[in-house]
């Protein structure tokens, strides 16, 4: 059994929907590090990886619809370069790409990995909302100071 992740800040990306849906992620890789693997994996683990996944999927479709949203946005709006600034740092079309790659990795974890279970979730949890999210945390910076409406059209 293990501590877990403890949720941070650093987690955050600044849009209520898509911090809500990490803080799930987090809590499905703490139910998976409290269960005992040994001296074998119980059933149950299955179950819970399941789950973890699904709520991955689910996140990811949710973020990629938000930014298909915001990229869309920019084909009829004028925005300000600050703005526009943060779109392209944010990579948004490739960011989407990537989540595909994300999913795939997930579904490699397994019981049968090199280290703890847990470990090999949490590092790939870090490299998904830590790593790579933190892009978008300027971008939504920039959505709630200049755009307030954009925030509640988006899905
Ligand atoms: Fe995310
Ligand atoms: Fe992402």
Do not use: C
């Not at 590090?33 to 994996?41: E, N, Q, T």
């Not at 740092?89 to 990995?113: C, K, P, S, V, W």
Request: no cysteine; net charge negative; charged share 25%.
């Amino acid at each position: 059994m293990a501590d877990g992740l403890k949720w941070s800040e650093a987690f955050a990306v600044g849009h209520p929907g898509l911090d809500q849906e990490h803080r799930s992620i987090v809590d499905a890789i703490n139910a998976i590090a409290r269960v005992d693997p040994s001296p074998h994996p119980p059933a149950h683990l299955q179950d819970l990886l399941t789950e973890l996944r699904g709520t991955a999927a689910r996140h990811f479709d949710h973020e990629n619809a938000i930014l298909r949203h915001i990229l869309a946005s920019a084909e009829t709006q004028t925005y300000s370069p600050h703005f526009l600034r943060a779109m392209s740092r944010g990579a948004l079309a490739q960011h989407i790409d990537n989540h595909e790659r994300d999913l795939g990795a997930l579904e490699t974890i397994g019981a049968d990995a090199n280290r703890p279970l847990h470990e090999e979730l949490e590092h790939w949890f870090f490299s998904h909302a830590v790593k790579f999210d933190a892009h978008l945390k300027a971008l939504f910076q920039a959505i709630h100071s200049e755009y307030p409406r954009l925030l509640a059209e988006l899905p």
